[in-house]
């Protein structure tokens, strides 16, 4: 499977990375399917196994650390805090004093005693970023991380981490982890040039959609995709948006149908041609998922393919921006803050 650096880590990855979101309760997939699934990535020829404390309550982590075994180094491994798993009044955040708890927590799920890629979530507008890089920066020199990374952060608060670390001598976010998709392409207009110019790696996460790209979402017919299940208003057909997400899909499928690939390998193969792509997460429940995600590896798209997407969806902008799964920023959301 071919390979990428991530960004100027150092590091190289598999251009397809395992997200292991799905293995534990929120997949239903238990340890011997997660032995199975992991087994066979690694076979493939995937290095970056991506999962956070969140998933599935911390169930994740044990999973994939006991799926790796005797083989964790030969990969690289990739996990994420700031949200809250309890309902503790301190837990959750990025400061200092919690991702202190969390990453010692994740280290005893996963078995190990060091994590490659540790990311921070989502932004928490309520610690400063020199809190949290500061405390990065430790982990660091203390051998517990080898690089650390953000995930989901606005243009703005990624330009602000790396000038905060220039300026306070700290180490510096090394990645951004985004949802990025044919759907939501917004990030192609700032973070994805940001990227490329600060040398971040980027790993993305949701490239199907949350499951409008796996090709099971058809018009009149029930949704059952499993994602439904946790996003429900997503997935409400009757919405203008769902209806244009139907149109787009439909347009997809004949270029996939003329391609001799499937609607997901279109949707991975759009994805990864993106230059500033580092790895793309899949994140399979099957075998079968599996082994069809893997295919678009080795698929290339050509300029024509690419213009006919974006004769369908516009570059740089999001089919429905409302599906995007961010923290808000404080002076938008807050009315206290925008209006006195």
Known sequence: MEQRTLGTTGMKTSVLGFGA?????WGNVDQADANQLVGEALDAGITLFDTADIYSGGESETLLGKALGNRRDEIVLATKARNTMDQHPLAGGASRRYLT????????????????????HRPDWDTSLEETLGALTDFQRAGKI????????PAHTIVEGQWIAKERGLSRFMTEQISYSIFQRAVEADVLPLAQQFGMGI???????????????KRDQPVTAHRANLAGGEFDLSTPEAQRKLDIVDGLTSIAADLGISLPELALAFVKTHPAVSTVLIGPRTPEHL?????????????????????????GTDVAPQDRYEVPVPAVADTRLRRR
Not at 105 to 119: K, M, V
Not at 203 to 217: D, E, H, T, V, Y
């Open 291 to 315: 082994r069809q995600n893997l295919r678009a590896a080795d698929i290339t798209l050509d300029d024509a393919t690419l213009d006919r997407i974006d004769a369908l969806t516009q570059p």
């Open 203 to 217: 790993l993305i996460w949701s490239p199907l959609a949350n499951g409008w790209l796996a090709g099971k979402i």
């Open 101 to 120: 708890k969390a990453l010692d927590a994740s280290l005893r799920r996963l078995g190990t005693d060091y994590i490659d890629l540790y990311q921070i």
């Open 146 to 153: 080898r690089n650390f990374g953000s995930s989901t952060f």
């Open 21 to 25: 979101m799905n293995l534990g309760a």
